[in-house]
């Protein structure tokens, strides 16, 4: 059996292995729109603690609406060796931490921006590198869309709302 903690959650843990029958798991996915303000992503906190009150859940959340569109257009500047990229990707980094501010509790602020930063290196390393090669392959554009995925969620996870779920980033 797996074991999953993460400290921003009510319920510390999702265990993943054996179910009894008598609890089905519930799988829901948030699309962008779903995502696209704060007040939309606590929507999705509460709809996710319901649920949960019902048996185990899984979330899967998409990028905040727009971002995907934002990444790739970012990779194509960089292609292109368009200095506006630069620009582009503050914009990506401002709305996460902009979303770090609006949902994450001062306790988990530091640590959850941290991880954001982390990754928002990596998408600036990628975009470099795209950069330099003066395209951008198919599979780097797919790297760079999943940023917008693996951003969101930990945005989400951070929520200081009571988020009922475990994650895996």
Do not use: W
Not at 17 to 28: A, D, E, N, V
Not at 103 to 116: F, P, S, Y
Not at 141 to 161: H, K, M, N, P, Q
């Amino acid at each position: 059996m797996l074991k999953v903690e993460h400290p921003a959650f009510d319920v510390r843990s999702l265990y993943i292995g054996r179910r009894h029958k008598s609890q089905p798991m519930k799988i829901l996915k948030f699309g962008g729109s779903s995502l696209a303000t704060s007040g939309r992503v606590c929507d999705v906190a509460k709809i996710v603690l319901e649920q949960a009150h019902r048996g185990q859940v899984i979330v899967v959340v998409s990028a905040f609406q727009g971002v995907t569109n934002q990444l790739l257009e970012c990779a194509r500047l960089a292609a292109k060796a368009d200095r506006r990229y630069e620009a582009a990707f503050k914009k990506i980094v401002h709305r996460h931490h902009s979303a770090i501010d609006d949902l994450v509790g001062r306790q988990l602020r530091a640590r959850t921006r941290l991880q954001v930063n982390t990754l928002l290196s990596e998408l600036r390393e990628v975009l470099h590198g795209i950069q330099l090669l003066g395209h951008s392959p198919p599979r780097a554009l797919d790297l760079v869309a999943s940023f917008g995925e693996r951003l969101c969620a930990l945005d989400c996870v951070g929520t200081s709302r009571p988020v009922p779920f475990g994650a895996v980033c």
